[in-house]
């Protein structure tokens, strides 16, 4: 029987699978202070920012539907910290201290 302290093994398949969810959709790595646009796709609020100075009319990079600057910049933070927490463990449990 396995004890409850001992971490679970993720396949190969299911830690790249984790990652990519876990990624931002410009800058491909780990989402730092991520945030969630109206369309529902996530990025690092540096690319959101950064995508959105380029554009009168911003949309989103994955779908292209048009999305809120103000949506993108703002999200609620109790989310925020949760999505933050999640990402910060798997980057830890999958690419080590």
Same mark, same amino acid.
């Given at each position: 029987?396995?004890?409850?302290?001992?971490?679970?093994?993720?396949?190969?398949?299911? @830690?790249? &699978?984790?990652?990519? #969810?876990?990624? =931002?959709? +410009? %800058? $491909?790595?780990?989402?730092?202070?991520?945030?969630?646009?109206?369309?529902?796709?996530?990025?690092?609020?540096?690319?959101?920012?950064? @995508?959105? &100075?380029?554009?009168? #009319?911003?949309? =989103?990079? +994955? %779908? $292209?539907?048009?999305?809120?600057?103000?949506?993108?910049?703002?999200?609620?933070?109790?989310?925020?910290?949760?999505?933050?927490?999640?990402?910060?463990?798997?980057?830890?449990?999958?690419?080590?201290?």
């Amino acid at each position: 029987m396995m004890s409850s302290s001992a971490a679970p093994v993720l396949t190969e398949a299911a @830690a790249r &699978e984790l990652r990519e #969810a876990l990624a =931002c959709a +410009v %800058c $491909r790595e780990w989402l730092d202070d991520p945030v969630c646009l109206s369309c529902g796709h996530l990025l690092c609020r540096v690319c959101a920012v950064s @995508a959105f &100075e380029v554009s009168s #009319a911003p949309s =989103c990079v +994955v %779908c $292209r539907k048009a999305v809120s600057k103000r949506i993108a910049a703002a999200n609620g933070r109790n989310a925020q910290v949760d999505l933050i927490r999640v990402v910060e463990a798997a980057k830890a449990y999958l690419d080590g201290p």
